[in-house]
């Protein structure tokens, strides 16, 4: 089934640790997103990337850091710079970046609780 | 500043009543509405969309307006039922700007 895999859903992180968070997509779309959702905040873009080995800054990427060295594969790191990392973090896709008609298509989501 | 508004966080409806959520935005840049539904903890779901030169989509029991002179669109669910018991996301694009989400409205049927 085409799609988007997000992995894992839980992870819980000790402070001071990085983590990843994978997120793998086979609908051959160019385009791949970065979002966190916080209680009463909706959807705030961490990182975007429109095409291989290129991304660029979303709204609140301090902390964060992404690669994207295969069009499917678009892996979120968490690092211990990132003062409230606790929230559920989306990976979503699309056919082309930010042109108008394009839907964004979002995975499952990953929880990641600091302890 | 939020370029798009859902000024309401939750609404109550019977089921088999019509739920109507709303959105307004800012940027007359927008050309394009999305409206996606989301369960709790899982990924947001894409709904129903809209173009700037039509006023109105149907999909089913679900159709948007939009009405670009106030700068407002809304989704109409009907008939309501409890498994559109969700959080509901207005979302809006143009121009190359990313897209914005609104904060989300809780929509709750109940049965």
């Known amino acids: 089934d085409g799609g988007i895999t997000q992995s894992p859903k839980y992870l819980f992180r000790k402070e001071g640790q990085n983590v990843t968070l994978s997120c793998e997509q086979n609908?051959?779309?160019?385009?791949m997103y970065w979002y966190r959702q916080d209680p009463g905040q909706g959807l705030r873009l961490i990182y975007y990337s429109q095409i291989v080995n290129d991304f660029q800054k979303g709204d609140i990427a301090e902390g964060y850091s992404v690669s994207r060295e295969k069009k499917e594969s678009f892996p979120l790191t968490v690092t211990s710079a990132q003062k409230n990392p606790t929230a559920f973090y989306l990976c979503?896709?699309?056919?082309?970046?930010?042109?108008?008609?394009?839907?964004?298509?979002f995975g499952e989501g990953s929880w990641l609780t600091v302890v | 500043d939020q370029q798009v508004k859902q000024n309401s966080p939750s609404l109550s409806v019977q089921e088999g009543r019509i739920s109507i959520l709303n959105c307004d935005y800012t940027n007359s840049m927008f050309d394009y509405f999305l409206w996606y539904k989301k369960y709790p903890a899982e990924g947001p779901t894409f709904l129903i969309s809209i173009s700037s030169i039509k006023d109105k989509n149907e999909d089913g029991r679900f159709t948007v307006f939009l009405n670009k002179s106030a700068k407002h669109l809304s989704l109409h669910i009907v008939p309501s039922q409890p498994g559109d018991s969700a959080v509901y996301f207005c979302?809006?694009?143009?121009?190359?700007?990313?897209?914005?989400f609104g904060k989300g409205m809780k929509l709750t049927v109940n049965p």
């Open positions: 609908l051959n779309h160019d385009a």
């Open positions: 979503a896709s699309s056919i082309g970046s930010w042109v108008s008609g394009n839907t964004i298509y």
């Open positions: 979302a809006a694009q143009g121009g190359s700007e990313k897209l914005v």
